[in-house]
C-alpha cells in the first residue's frame, strides 16, 4: 500500500497551496489557494489534474481540509467550488470560518471588480461557498466516513490556523499547513499529540533560516519606528489584514501608551477593523497570556489606532499606516509610489515577500535607487527600507523540532523555495535519517504505507512480556568526581546502574480454521497449529575392523567402543544401554543386515573382519557425529581381543 500525493501548488514555490493526498482509496485536498503573483489563469491550481471522470470533482474527492484563512491557502476555494462544481464536505476550523469571508471579499473586490473576467466568483459564490463548510474544534475527532479520519492541532501562526491529522485504515499523516513554534504576543506555540505518522507534509518557507529573540526584534523595530515619526518622516507597514497586523498593533499600542507619543496609527481599511472584532470574540484561539489578561482589559483595543481615508495621504506630519496587503501591491503600492521618494519616510518589511513582488525587490534594494513597478514604469525610492522578520512563520529550528518529535517515516516539503529545500532535505536526512522529497508543483509521489495486522496473544506470550531482563552495569570510576583532599583522597564508590531491555520473542501464526492471527511462544507453535514435528535426521553405517568376528560376542566390541568414546570425549554423556550408545542426539547400534541402505564404504580388511555399526544424528549434531565416527574407524580391536 501506498500513500499518494499530487502537488498542485505550493512546490518549490510559496503561494497557493494545494496537495491532494490519496490514503487507502480516500482523496483529501489539503488547502485550495490562489497565487496573489499572478493575474491570469496561473492564479489558481490546475485542477483538470484531479479527476479522470471530466472534471467530476465531487466523486474524485473524500473532502478538502482548509488549514487557515490566508489567500495562499484558501483563496481559490469559492472557484473551485461554485465555478468547477465541487459540491463535497469542507472542513477548516471556527476562527477561519469566520474570517475567510473577509479576507475573500476584500480580496475580489481588489482584483475583480470592474473587470471583465470570465470564471471569477462573486460574492453570492463567497457566501454559497462558506454554506458548504462544516467547522471543527482542536483536537476532534471527525469522521468524514466509515474510514476517513480527521483531527484539527493548533498550528499558530494566525488566530484559527491548524495543522491536520487524516488516517484511513493503518495508514496516517500529518498535514502542517503554516505553523509557528514560537509563541508571540498574541498566538501560542503549535502544538500537537505524538502520532505514529507514515507521511508528514510540512511548510518550509524559512527552510534556512533562524530568528534571533523575538524581544530583540520588537526593540530594533520599535527604534527604527520612533527615530522615523521623531524626525517628522511616514512609517509605511504593508501587512496582511489578519495576523501580523494586529501583533504589530500590539507592540506599537503598548509603545505608544508607555512613551505618550502623539503620532497616529492608522489601519488602511475597515478590514482590518473588522478583523479586530473577530479577534476580540475568539480570544480562547489566542495565547495564554491574552486569555489570563482580557477579562481586564483586551488586548485587541487599541487605543492609539484609528482608521484611515484615502485622503490623508497626502496630509502633512508623520504617521504609521498599516496598509495592506503585504508584499505590496494595490493599496499599499499606491501608498509606497507616493511616499518611497521622501528620504524622511520609511518601509517597513516585516515578513514573507516572494519573488517578483515589489516587497522582494526592495529587500534587495539600496536606496537611493530605482526599480520597475509592475507596469514597467520606474520609480525613485530615496525613502529607508527596514525589513525585520515579525514573520508568523516557524524558522528552521521549529521545522527540525516539529519532524524530530512527530518522527515520521517520511517528509515531504512544500511552500519554500527550492534552494532553501534542498538544504533542508539534506539536514532531515543525514540528522534525522528520515527520507525527505520536496516535489515541484504538478509532480506525483508514492510514499509506502504502514500495514498494522491484529492478533491475539497467548497466555504463555503474555507472561513471557512480563519477564524482566535485567543489566547491571558499574560507573567509569574515572567519571566519578574525586573527594577533598580531607577525605584521604579517596574517590566516591562507583555506582550501580540497572538497565532493563526487555524483549519479547513470539511466533505470529494465521489459524486455519478461522483466518485469525496469534501470538504464540516457540514451545506452544506446535499445539496451537495441531501437527507434529518432523525432524531430519542423517544416517550412516559405519564399518569396523574387527578380527575374527564370525567367532567373538558382539557385547565385547561395545565394552571397547564405550571406553574409548568416554577417554575421548570426558565432557559428554555417553549412554550404553542395551548395545545401543547415546551421545546427545547421536544413536549407534550393531547393524546385522546384509545389504544396509546406510553402508556405502567397501571394508578395508575382509568382509570377514569387518563389524557395521548404524548410526543416526540431528542436523544439529552433524560435527559431533563426525567424530564419534571418525574414534571408530580408527579403533584398534586387536590388542584388546584375545585370540
Known amino acids: 500500500m501506498a500513500i499518494e500525493c499530487l502537488v498542485l501548488g505550493a512546490g518549490q514555490d510559496v503561494g497557493k497551496s494545494c496537495v491532494i493526498v490519496k490514503i487507502n482509496g480516500k482523496s483529501i485536498m489539503f488547502d485550495c489557494g490562489i497565487h496573489t503573483g499572478y493575474q491570469d489563469h496561473r492564479r489558481y491550481p490546475d485542477f483538470s489534474l484531479i479527476s479522470a471522470n471530466s472534471g467530476d470533482f465531487t466523486d474524485s474527492l473524500s473532502c478538502i481540509i482548509i488549514t487557515h484563512f490566508h489567500l495562499d491557502h484558501i483563496g481559490a476555494l469559492p472557484y473551485f467550488t461554485q465555478v468547477c462544481g465541487y459540491n463535497g464536505p469542507i472542513y477548516m476550523t471556527y476562527p477561519t470560518k469566520a474570517l475567510a469571508p473577509i479576507m475573500l471579499e476584500d480580496y475580489r473586490k481588489l482584483i475583480f471588480e470592474g473587470r471583465e473576467e470570465e470564471k471569477q466568483f462573486s460574492s ?73 505518522l507514515d507521511l508528514v507534509i510540512t511548510e518550509s518557507t524559512y527552510a534556512t ?31 496582511f489584514a489578519l495576523g501580523r497586523a494586529q501583533e504589530l498593533c500590539m507592540i506599537l499600542d503598548d509603545y505608544w501608551e508607555k512613551t505618550n507619543l502623539k503620532v497616529p496609527i492608522y489601519f488602511s481599511a475597515g478590514l482590518t477593523l473588522q478583523a479586530n472584532m473577530y479577534y476580540k470574540i475568539l480570544i480562547n484561539w489566542t495565547s495564554q497570556k491574552v486569555k489570563d489578561t482580557y477579562t481586564t482589559r483586551n488586548p485587541f483595543d487599541f487605543k492609539n489606532v484609528c482608521s484611515f481615508d484615502r485622503s490623508l495621504i497626502h496630509a502633512p506630519g508623520p504617521c504609521v499606516l498599516f496598509a495592506t496587503p503585504a508584499m505590496i501591491s494595490g493599496f499599499s503600492l499606491d501608498v509606497f509610489k507616493l511616499w518611497a521618494p521622501d528620504e524622511r519616510n520609511l518601509v517597513t518589511l516585516t515578513g514573507y515577500c516572494g519573488s517578483g513582488t515589489i516587497g522582494r525587490k526592495l529587500m534587495v534594494a539600496k536606496p537611493p535607487t530605482r526599480i520597475t513597478l509592475d ?35 517520511h517528509v515531504i516539503l512544500v511552500h519554500g523555495e527550492k534552494p532553501k529545500m534542498v538544504k533542508l532535505k539534506e539536514i532531515i536526512e543525514s540528522e534525522l535519517e528520515i527520507p525527505c522529497y520536496h516535489p515541484a508543483n504538478h509532480e506525483t509521489l508514492h510514499i509506502p504505507s504502514t500495514r498494522r495486522i491484529e492478533a491475539s496473544a497467548s497466555d504463555a506470550f503474555l507472561q513471557s512480556c512480563l519477564c524482566p531482563n535485567f543489566k547491571f552495569l558499574k560507573t567509569d570510576p574515572r567519571q566519578d568526581s574525586e573527594l577533598d583532599d580531607d577525605s584521604n583522597n579517596k574517590r566516591k564508590m562507583p555506582q550501580l546502574q540497572v538497565c532493563e531491555n526487555r524483549v519479547a520473542q513470539g511466533l ?136
Not at 162 to 172: I, N, R
Not at 212 to 234: I, M, Q, W
Request: aromatic share 10%; hydrophobic share 35%.
Open 124 to 196: 453570492e459564490d463567497i457566501a454559497e461557498c462558506m454554506k458548504k463548510v462544516t467547522a471543527v474544534d482542536l483536537k476532534q475527532t471527525i469522521q468524514v466516513d466509515k474510514d476517513l479520519q480527521i483531527r484539527a492541532y493548533y498550528a499558530g501562526h494566525v488566530i484559527g490556523a491548524a495543522m491536520f491529522y487524516a488516517k484511513v485504515g493503518d495508514s496516517a499523516m500529518v498535514y502542517t499547513g503554516d505553523y509557528n513554534m514560537t509563541a508571540d504576543r498574541h498566538l501560542g506555540a503549535a502544538q500537537i499529540d505524538r502520532l505514529q
Open 209 to 239: 533560516s533562524y530568528r534571533d529573540s523575538k524581544y530583540v526584534r520588537e526593540r530594533e523595530f520599535l527604534k527604527v519606528v520612533h527615530n522615523c515619526v521623531a524626525g517628522g518622516g511616514k512609517v509605511l507597514i504593508p501587512t
Open 375 to 409: 507596469d514597467n514604469v520606474q520609480l525613485d525610492v530615496r525613502c529607508q527600507i527596514y525589513q525585520l522578520s515579525f514573520s508568523p512563520h516557524t524558522d528552521a529550528k521549529g521545522i527540525m523540532d516539529l519532524v524530530k518529535f512527530l518522527s515520521p517515516k
Open 508 to 643: 505470529l501464526i494465521t489459524l486455519q480454521k478461522n483466518q485469525s492471527r496469534k501470538v504464540v511462544t516457540e514451545n506452544e507453535l506446535i499445539d496451537t497449529i495441531g501437527t507434529e514435528i518432523h525432524e531430519e535426521k542423517f544416517a550412516y553405517c559405519c564399518p569396523i575392523y574387527f578380527p575374527n568376528s564370525e567367532s567373538r560376542d558382539i557385547s565385547s566390541f561395545h565394552l571397547i567402543l564405550f571406553g574409548k568414546l568416554s577417554r575421548e570425549f570426558p565432557d559428554l554423556n555417553i549412554q550404553d544401554c542395551e548395545d545401543v550408545i547415546r551421545i546427545q542426539s547421536f544413536v549407534g547400534s550393531f547393524c546385522s543386515k546384509a545389504k544396509c541402505p546406510y553402508r556405502t564404504d567397501v571394508s578395508f580388511q575382509s568382509v570377514l573382519d569387518t563389524v557395521h555399526f548404524c548410526c543416526a544424528w540431528s542436523m544439529g549434531d552433524e560435527e559431533l557425529a563426525w567424530r564419534v565416527i571418525s574414534t571408530m574407524k580408527n579403533l584398534k580391536l586387536s590388542d584388546r581381543i584375545e585370540t
